[in-house]
């Protein structure tokens, strides 16, 4: 038999390596495709082939009720037929496909091989075995068709696949692809080959990803072509502010993900996880800009100095920011130093650490038998010292719970504070770092709270929460990358 020159992984840079199947799409409009019974599994098969636009003569003498309610509704394309009876070769006759669902081997193999003979490609579901071709996961942004395999070797795998690419591409994509169809021919009439053609396709794609209809856009597809057409290559791009959220990067909401795989460059916080920063765009540009509390960091006028000039330049700029940027994250300053520039921003929100710190314990920040109200509180002003304006009175009421950012070196002068204006010494804290990504937690009285700070890792950014509600945490002393066994509980 003959052997590969070499194995997969030696192949040369700029060839295509091993493919386990060759990705096809098979055009199937109006041609027709035989499929054999009625469980689920063929309701499935039989529904995406319909809507790929064939004629499918299901062949079954009992079906199931999801069978029967696909054939009631009808697919969204193509036609279904219900033969009540059992296959016989003849019924290959003509057919683009066969797909089959047995339970038995004998029967799975024999269809298999009559379609075979009859020179059909063959599907039999869950036996690969007798497969000419499989069915992957989908993502349907139709014209736009994603197509996902695995080899057969983890469906499951798939699917997760699937639904991160689903979260990627914003579903008004199929309208963009729709009328990308529609013009084609015109644009390669009005624009010559080589780089107008080109510059005029990479600005619809911008578009595209915007996350918004052509119609939003334009009030016509004349109108959306003229404005395409008529933007200048270097006209003024825009500014994302993005929330980060706590550094988990599962908690991103999936229009900052996208954002990041829209973005010419992203400008980043040092506290932004390396997690965050491997969804976004392959070839976005990543500056980070610091911005970590006693540390060196950007000064925010060169910061928004930087996002403004690469607007200008027409670049997409997203500033990606730890938790939410409207929240303790100097958000107002840049978008009003942007606005006016002329820059238009958009943002969007992130978990902030506050709420994240409730949900890694498991607390309630507002449990109605214990706080009417919470608090976000900046620990830390620019002296370095705790703001002399704060609210200490409202801060000390039993009733509030009351989280304070960048608060790791005034830990203590804030506990006295509380305590000097009525907080009795045993009113439960919490001080977490790095919170969402498992570091060091401590939980116990407020009059403890100073000494917990002293001996914690000060190169982690500390998030601490004050009030009755964390008294079902328990009291936990100061451990860094804790085992399992000394997490905080749940609550209750």
Not at 165 to 187: D, F, G, N, Q, V
Request: net charge neutral; aromatic share 6%.
């Amino acid at each position: 038999m003959l052997q590969p020159l070499r194995q997969p992984s030696e192949a040369e840079p700029g060839r295509l390596g091993y493919l386990a199947k060759l990705p096809v799409f098979f055009d199937l409009r109006g041609r027709r495709a035989v499929l054999i019974g009625g469980s689920p599994g063929a309701a499935w098969k039989a529904e995406l082939l319909a809507a790929a636009g064939a004629h499918v003569d299901v062949y079954a003498r009992e079906v199931g009720v999801e069978m029967e309610a696909l054939l009631a509704r009808g697919a969204a394309d193509g036609f279904l037929a219900l033969h009540r009876r059992g296959w016989t070769p003849d019924v290959l006759d003509g057919a683009a496909l066969a797909v089959g669902d047995f339970e038995g081997e004998r029967e799975a193999e024999s269809f298999a091989l009559v379609a075979r003979w009859s020179g059909v490609p063959v599907n039999v579901v869950d036996k690969p075995s007798y497969c000419d071709f499989q069915f992957g996961s989908v993502v349907n942004r139709s014209p736009v068709v994603i197509g996902i395999s695995t080899d057969g070797a983890a469906p499951i795998l798939g699917q997760a696949i699937r639904r991160r690419i689903e979260t990627l591409l914003h579903p008004s994509l199929s309208s963009w692809a729709s009328l990308a169809k529609t013009m084609r021919e015109r644009i390669m009439d009005q624009l010559p080959p080589g780089l107008p053609r080109r510059a005029f396709w990479e600005r619809f794609a911008d578009f595209a990803f915007q996350g918004r209809p052509p119609e939003a856009t334009g009030s016509s597809v004349e109108a959306v072509l003229r404005q395409i057409a008529s933007r200048p290559v270097g006209s003024t791009g825009r500014v994302t502010l993005v929330g980060a959220g706590p550094g988990d990067a599962e908690l991103l909401t999936l229009k900052a993900v996208r954002a990041l795989q829209a973005a010419d460059v992203i400008l980043f916080d040092d506290l932004v996880s390396d997690d965050v920063l491997e969804l976004a765009r392959r070839e976005a540009k990543r500056l980070m800009v610091g911005k970590r509390g006693g540390r060196a960091s950007c000064a925010q006028k060169d910061i928004n100095d930087l996002m403004t000039r690469l607007a200008l330049q027409g670049k997409h700029v997203v500033r990606l920011k730890s938790g939410d940027p409207m929240i303790f994250g100097r958000a107002g300053e840049e978008i009003e130093h942007l606005e006016r520039a002329g820059v238009p921003v958009d943002v969007v929100p992130g978990i902030t650490a506050g709420i994240a710190l409730a949900t890694t314990l498991g607390v309630s920040l507002t449990h109605r038998e214990m706080a009417q109200s919470v608090r976000f509180v900046t620990g830390c002003a620019r002296t370095g010292r705790l703001p002399d304006d704060l609210d200490w009175r409202g801060l000390a009421d039993p009733h509030t719970t009351a989280i304070f950012y960048m608060a790791g070196g005034t830990a203590g002068a804030i506990a006295a504070r509380l305590v000097e204006e009525g907080f009795c010494p045993d009113t439960p804290a919490v001080m977490v770092s790095s919170v969402s990504q498992d570091d060091e937690r401590w939980a116990g009285p407020i009059s403890k709270l100073g000494e917990a700070s002293d001996q914690r890792n000060s190169s982690k950014p500390v998030i601490i929460g004050v009030g009755r509600v964390f008294g079902r945490v328990g009291q936990v002393s100061l451990r860094r990358d804790p085992e399992p066994t000394q997490r905080l509980p749940a609550q209750a």
